[in-house]
């Protein structure tokens, strides 16, 4: 028999009907094995999918709104980020629900003997499709630092942006590989024009037209320029 007889131990299960388990064991019914609930839950992530593809070309490109005064780097804050995929998300039938998990917290000594915080955060956002139930999950990892109570919240909206921009592949033309004011900083050292000890990077500037680098010497405090064309100091 291809059906599999329900045994008197099964009928004791109690997730079946009183009706069926009384009725099986009077008359065998046969009990088939469905594996259809597997295609509705397919079925329903392909329709979340093709949700999100709608909120994903939305969403393409968010354009950097604000500069860090003290760095000097455009960015994409997470309130611009946002204000550009709730809208898409509503639109789509698509709710989300954050969880926010704090993974360190770590005081630290300022050179001025001060105390900060550095908090690490991770944040779950699950997008749920409203029409069917079918979710997906993306993380993303923020750190803040501040001598204040406002570390945590730092890191809190750097874990959400950041959730947010692995889950819809959104483009704010941030690139942390092409940071220039990094790889100046890991150039060569100058000579100090004064004490002929190391000078460390610090920034670009112009000379009478030409493009120069500023270096500076933490021994004498004294600054040194030099062409980059012609690499020779100039006061």
Known sequence: MAAQLLSEKQIQMPHL??????AAYHQELPIHHCQ???EP???????LATKLLKVMKACAVVPKDKQNAKQGYKYASS??????????????????VC??????RQPRTTG??????LVTVRARITIIDTATGASIESEGIGQGYDGGDKSLSKAQTQAKKYAWLLA???????????DERTDRAQEPAAICKKCKGPAAY?????FEGQKIRVYFCEKCKHETRVKEDACSKVN
């Open 17 to 22: 009907p009183e009706q069926i388990r009384e």
């Open 36 to 38: 259809c609930h597997s």
């Open 41 to 47: 839950a397919a079925k329903d992530l392909a329709a």
């Open 79 to 96: 309130d611009a980020i946002l204000e550009k995929v709730n809208p898409a998300l509503c639109e789509a039938g698509l709710a989300t």
């Open 99 to 104: 969880r926010l998990e704090i993974l360190d």
């Open 112 to 117: 001025a003997g001060a105390i900060w915080e």
């Open 168 to 178: 819809l592949n959104v483009s704010t033309g941030e690139d942390p590989e092409g």
């Open 202 to 206: 610090t920034n670009d500037d112009e």
